[in-house]
C-alpha cells in the first residue's frame, strides 16, 4: 500500500497568427512525487515481490513547423 499523492503536470504553449509555427515548454510530475504505478507478490515463488513505479519529473520543449 502507498499513501495518497497527487501529480502536477503543466504545459505552456505560443502559436503564431498564422497557426503554422508553435513551440511549448511541458512538466510532468513537478512535484517529484515518487509513486507506485503496480506491485505484484509472488508468494509462491519464494514470496517475490516487485513494484513499478512511475516516471520522475519530466521536462519537453517541442517547436513544430506545419507546411
Known amino acids: 500500500f502507498q499513501p495518497s499523492y497527487w501529480l502536477y503536470d503543466a504545459?505552456?504553449?505560443?502559436?503564431?497568427?498564422e497557426r503554422n509555427l508553435s513551440a511549448g515548454i511541458y512538466g510532468k510530475n513537478?512535484?517529484?512525487e515518487v509513486y507506485k504505478t503496480d506491485a505484484q507478490e509472488f508468494s509462491s515463488v519464494g514470496g517475490i515481490r516487485t513494484a513499478y513505479?512511475?516516471?520522475?519529473?519530466?521536462?519537453?520543449?517541442?517547436?513544430?513547423?506545419?507546411?
Open 11 to 17: 504545459q505552456i504553449v505560443w502559436e503564431n497568427s
Open 30 to 32: 513537478l512535484a517529484d
Open 53 to 67: 513505479f512511475g516516471a520522475p519529473r519530466t521536462w519537453m520543449a517541442t517547436v513544430t513547423l506545419k507546411y
